[in-house]
């Protein structure tokens, strides 16, 4: 079999940090985004014959972006598979095996959504779970509830480590003048927060957001070519365990433990080589399980491990730097974005929160209900 | 029935399919669960394979209602908090339920619970302290 560590590299990146824009639907987000991304590298939309999308109000993305984008009859090669927040990724390990093979040269993963000037609320595609709606669960909030309540009976884990994932974001989301939210928040301020599904209260879960999100990828060859520095994909991987959280195999456990194990493997590295770590933030306990699962501190010393300060600004390992889903933006689903921040630190762009000297870059995603994971790392020409 | 087909179709998978025969003996006051006639593997919520050993129409049997709390959230609600939880039973299987008959902060992982059939119009299944039992 073929090794793909660094055949492909992510050559423009778009974002319309456009997180509160009423009057401006899914579509138009998505398309200003693929827009800037292929500007950012200095191709057009001439040259997509590879289109990647997932929308929360779409059954038919593909067909729906495609003729919008007005790109439908270049296409070789697409991909609307759809997995949630992690969809994104799916999507890159997709494109990365279209480009390697042939099927197409310049791919499009492109995302935008309109959620929060729409109503607020998290739009979701019909998909009835007659076995658990019957008990009236706040979906997806008492899924996670019931992963935060389970990891607390495991392992000790307290309301206050959870309170300092968010902390730790909104202190990162003060150095990025991106950020949605970037008021002081204090440890008594998340405590004192209404509680939704216990224990999971408002403070502990993502914004509500618009906005909109693109990558172009071609072969690692034609990338030296374009205008940004170089940022190979140098490993992938995918894990899925369930729908339904009463189906998850453990609730302490996720599948990112398969994705990351994978997509460390095919970078050749470890846990700890990497400079920065993108972890998609639904909810705090997310940012536990996936530091866990990925590798970056034992099973059930998350808690621990955030409250020590590792993951805040000069902590040990720099996770969540834009803010994350918690204090960034959060436009219904959020994977792309963590490729998106990825990409800024590893080519210094990153502005006052930009971390030194990064080389190695986790990003990693998940959808559904802890449901799907996929983890992408990335690098600098230096690590090809 | 598949009667008007049965030339073509595979008789194995014949009549309604494993979540409306779940159902309709739920309104008649049982609730089962699956098990593999094949390699007796447990499992639910039902489906037309064994999610084990892949064979064909696992048998819907009635569930011992023996379960374990193994999760539990209180959603907190305007109109009144309210339990869920994911209950571990007997058999293996995990399914979400309401844990009932007991104030919502009682609620404790690792507790004790049994199955009843509760509601008229829609019946569903619920979980009760076993201590709480006559």
Not at chain 1, 356 to 368: I, K, P
Not at chain 2, 91 to 101: A, F, L, N, Q, T
Request: aromatic share 6%; charged share 20%; hydrophobic share 40%.
């Amino acid at each position: 079999m073929t090794s793909l560590r660094g055949k492909i590299s992510i050559a423009g990146i778009g974002n319309t940090k456009r997180w509160d824009a009423p009057g401006r639907n899914a579509f138009d987000q998505l398309q200003e985004a693929a827009y800037l991304a292929l500007e950012d590298c200095g191709l057009s939309m001439g040259d997509v014959d590879g289109l990647y999308c997932a929308l929360s109000g779409s059954g038919l993305p593909i067909l729906n972006v495609a003729e919008r984008l007005g790109i439908a009859e270049q296409l070789r090669h697409a991909d609307g598979t759809m997995v949630g927040g992690s969809s994104f990724l799916f999507h890159l390990r997709s494109a990365i095996s279209a480009l390697a093979t042939g099927q197409c040269s310049v791919a499009l993963v492109c995302y935008g959504s309109n959620q929060r000037s729409a109503g607020g609320k998290l739009a979701s595609m019909p998909d009835p779970q007659p076995f658990e709606a019957p008990y009236a669960p706040r979906y997806p909030i008492s899924s996670y509830s019931l992963v935060a309540a389970r990891h607390m009976h495991e392992f000790g884990t307290r309301r206050e480590d959870l309170a300092n994932v968010a902390l730790a974001a909104r202190q990162w989301a003060q150095l990025n003048p991106a950020a949605f939210i970037r008021d002081q928040l204090s440890l008594q301020d998340v405590l004192a927060a209404r509680m939704i599904s216990d224990p999971i209260s408002a403070a502990d879960c993502c914004l509500v957001t618009d906005g909109g999100g693109a990558l172009v990828l071609t072969r690692t060859e034609q990338a030296r070519d374009l205008a940004k520095p170089l940022v190979p994909v140098l490993g992938t991987g995918i894990g899925i365990t369930h729908r339904q959280i009463s189906r998850m195999p453990s609730l302490v456990e996720t599948g990112a433990k398969r994705s990351g194990a994978a997509a460390l493997a095919e970078a050749g590295v470890t846990p700890e080589q990497i400079d920065h770590v993108m972890l998609y933030d639904a909810f705090t306990i997310c940012t536990l399980l996936f530091l866990e699962d990925l590798g970056f501190c034992a099973k059930g010393d998350g808690g621990a491990f955030v409250s020590s300060g590792a993951i805040a600004p000069g902590g040990s390992l720099p996770v969540n730097t834009n803010g994350g889903g918690l204090s960034c933006n959060h436009p219904g689903m959020y994977g792309l974005f963590t490729l998106i921040e990825s990409v800024e630190q590893l080519r210094g762009e990153a502005g006052e929160r930009q971390i030194n000297g990064v080389e190695l870059a986790l990003a990693h995603a998940n959808g559904g209900v802890f449901s799907s994971q996929a983890t992408a790392i990335l690098g600098t020409a230096a690590t090809l | 029935m598949c009667s008007s087909r049965s030339q073509v179709c595979d008789e194995r998978f014949d009549g309604p399919g494993p979540e409306a025969q779940w159902q309709s003996h739920l309104e008649k006051g049982t609730f089962l669960i699956q098990n593999c006639h094949h390699c007796s593997h447990w499992q639910f919520p039902p489906v037309a394979c064994c999610q084990h050993c892949g064979a064909a129409t696992p048998e819907l049997i009635p569930a011992s209602g023996k379960a374990t709390v193994y999760s539990s959230t209180t959603v907190r609600s305007r109109k009144g908090d309210y339990n869920v939880a994911i209950v571990e039973l007997d058999e293996g299987p995990r399914m979400m339920s309401r844990i009932e008959d007991i104030e919502v902060d009682g609620v404790k992982i690792g507790m004790a619970v049994r199955a009843s059939i509760r509601g008229n119009e829609t019946p569903i299944v619920v979980f009760t302290p076993e201590e709480a039992r006559p």
